[in-house]
């Protein structure tokens, strides 16, 4: 018999439950893993999740991803233009966490709704705990090459015994918050975001200073080349919302009866504001400054004062980003079936994303076959995430955190075979003809190919994915209904038998004198 999902966190012992009321106020390390947020567990406010989505967005890649848009051959208006459409999918970011605080469980869980229990293990093992294990190896890698600078202007050549010792602190101080979890990023992220955004605007500064406002590329790109361009600077920008199909982790803490517009809101603003902002300041830089190398571009104007905070800047973003997707991480590998704590869940996907880190830094620059596979599972996050966000809207954002726990056999998320055929052939389709439209130095589609290297893989994927799943799928209706409707049904057959039965002895009493 499968075991329940509360099992997870909460069987090892008692005591750890009764402490897990205390957690969230005391900054102790965070009991709760996968199962259910009791009500009296509940707490905070939806502004919360400003610091929480913010955090990860006033960071160093942002700033990257702008520069990047100018090197792909972007006029400054028309990479700008990408930078705000683009972001917008943060919206779909904050629909689907308002599915955290109606079930009172992660995002890990709540797609069981969609793909079932066996078939969401699979997606979760792909878009959850693979891409995370990527996602922690890139970011720890740049924050690690501005460490190594920080270390050489304090005089410490980083020697591979250095950069080693680096690593791993870097990689420790992410995981301290991602172990002690939810209550620690509540509390770190507002003033993180603080000091990210005052060294950040004084970069602004510089960068403002050289900016050439008339920018135009050197040889200005026109009809398809630059509907291609436009297209990737899209799925580029919109990729780092896509990966964000867990934000219900990060909400099922807050009461049931918060109000999903004031979560939903909250977790845009916080996200798309800050990435606008510091997305559109790599643009400006991109105008002025050579962004193939953006940190030794960057460092290159300004004063040498500036340059150590600048570079802590860097790793702390570094940390931000990489202890969200740790946090997370440690709740895929729960829901893939794996059963240990979440703060052993979180260590060991913590070790695998650092044993990346050193063999991509020391050994093998293997980043860039990492971000292309990313690029790549673009084709499946961008359907997972429309999937998901219609699923919230066709329930009314109707989840039991108890019946999604319920992992048994006939389970009202069992489906068949434990694989809801609608959500996971939706996901299929909707992937595979997005691949057919991508565009990545690691594999072109034969569509793309075809339209002159146009990647069309984000709109394809997901409106298929949508359609498909409102077309294979019923009316939702709660599970509970269901069994009263199903109980109704059994108690009127067996009425309808009494009846009969009765009948029958009636109908044979009077015969029986004509015998």
């Not at 304090?154 to 420790?172: C, D, E, M, R």
């Not at 070790?351 to 093998?364: D, F, M, R």
């Not at 997005?434 to 002159?452: E, K, N, R, Y």
Request: hydrophobic share 50%; net charge neutral; charged share 10%.
């Amino acid at each position: 018999m499968a075991a329940s999902t509360p099992a997870h966190e909460s069987e090892p012992s008692r005591t750890q439950n009764q402490n897990a009321d205390t957690t969230p106020h005391t900054g102790g390390v965070e009991a709760h893993g996968i199962d259910v947020i009791p009500d009296g567990e509940r707490h905070g406010r939806p502004r919360e999740l400003f610091g929480v989505w913010a955090a990860p967005n006033v960071s160093y890649l942002s700033l990257v991803v702008g520069g990047t848009l100018i090197l792909m051959g972007l006029g400054l208006w028309q990479a700008m233009a990408v930078v705000v459409v683009g972001n917008l999918f943060w919206a779909l970011v904050g629909l689907v966490a308002v599915s955290g605080s109606a079930s009172g469980t992660p995002s890990e869980v709540i797609m069981r709704a969609m793909f079932g229990v066996r078939g969401n293990r699979a997606n979760i093992l792909v878009t959850g705990w693979f891409a995370s294990v990527c996602y922690l190896a890139l970011n720890w890698a740049a924050g690690c090459l501005a460490a190594f600078s920080l270390a050489d202007e304090a005089g410490l050549h980083p020697n591979t015994l250095v950069k080693v010792v680096i690593i791993v602190l870097v990689a420790a101080a992410t995981l301290a918050i991602s172990v002690y979890g939810h209550a620690m990023i509540i509390r770190l992220y507002l003033p993180f975001t603080i000091l990210l955004t005052v060294v950040f605007v004084v970069l602004a500064g510089y960068v403002l200073q050289r900016t050439d406002w008339h920018y135009h590329p050197q040889q200005s790109l026109h009809g398809s080349v630059l509907f291609a361009a436009i297209a990737a600077g899209l799925a580029l920008v919109a990729s780092a919302p896509l990966s964000y199909n867990n934000s219900a982790d990060f909400t099922r803490y807050l009461p049931r009866t918060t109000k999903p517009a004031a979560i939903a809101g909250w977790t845009f603003v916080g996200a798309y504001v800050p990435s606008v902002l510091f997305t559109g300041l790599g643009v400006l830089a991109g105008t002025a400054l050579d962004m193939t190398d953006p940190e030794s571009a960057l460092e290159s104007i300004i004063p040498g004062w500036f340059k150590p905070a600048f570079l802590l800047a860097v790793v702390l973003s570094a940390v931000a980003n990489n202890a969200m997707t740790a946090y997370s991480s440690g709740l895929a590998l729960q829901a893939v079936g794996l059963r240990i704590r979440r703060s052993r869940s979180v260590a060991l996907d913590g070790t695998l994303g650092v044993a990346l880190t050193l063999y991509a830094l020391l050994v093998s620059n293997f980043l860039d076959t990492v971000n292309s596979v990313l690029q790549l599972m673009v084709a499946l996050m961008g359907p997972t995430m429309a999937i998901y966000a219609v699923d919230v809207i066709r329930r009314r954002n109707r989840y039991d955190g108890h019946e999604l726990s319920d992992e048994s056999r006939g389970g009202p998320y069992w489906f068949s075979g434990g694989v809801n055929w609608a959500g996971a052939s939706a996901l299929v389709v909707g992937a595979v003809a997005a691949a057919l439209c991508v565009d990545t130095q690691l594999f072109s589609g034969p569509i793309a190919q075809a339209m002159d290297g146009t990647d069309l893989s984000l709109p394809v994927g997901m409106i298929l994915a949508a359609v498909l799943y409102v077309a294979l799928t019923r009316r939702p209706r709660s599970s509970r209904l269901v069994a009263a409707q199903g109980a109704e049904a059994c108690a009127a057959d067996a009425e309808a038998a009494d009846a009969e039965s009765a009948g029958n002895r009636v109908a044979t009493a009077q015969a029986a004198p004509r015998a």
